[in-house]
């Protein structure tokens, strides 16, 4: 199972709860979309993820932009995935960014909007905030390899009390 989070924003912790916690753990791969915002933070993640793929976001201290990138590709069972907090240029600047990489899908964060949009030419997948959702419902996203599609994901968004509240899918082939 890939696990991806988001926008934790505290000083010394994790702050991982209830299905969050669990699928952290549970996960294959963890990537984390940036903003951890103190350097305790992303070594809690380190240590409770098995595999951690991270990008920095806009309110990370130095010591985390020392040691992870703004924007890096991550595959996954076969889907090809552009990962970076955010990008000026909104939706439109993402899917540039993933069109680069030859990715299938983008991953941001920086919102705290849990979101899946497929609409434009990329999916793009926010999995808001697991910490600090500032009006938006608490999550963070899990995804697992289709039974019905090879080379592609079944994702869904759920909350750290475990209700999933939105299903989606996500297709590879650009990476081949």
Known sequence: MLVVVSDTHA???????????????????????GDFYREPVFDAFQSAAGSLRAVYGNNDDAAIRDRVPEVRTVEYAGVRFAV?????????????????????????????RPRFDDSGGLPILNPGSHAQPRGNRPAHAELTPSDDEA????????????????TFQVAGGNAE
């Open 151 to 166: 080379g592609s994901l079944d994702g869904r968004l759920v909350t750290p009390a475990g209700e999933t509240f939105e």
């Open 84 to 112: 970076t907090h955010r990008h000026r240029s909104g939706d439109t600047g993402l899917v540039m960014l993933g069109r680069g990489r030859d990715a299938d899908a983008v991953i941001c964060g920086h919102s705290h």
């Open 11 to 33: 000083r010394e912790e994790s702050k991982l709860q209830g299905r969050t916690a669990e699928a952290v753990r549970e996960a294959d791969l963890v990537i984390h979309a």
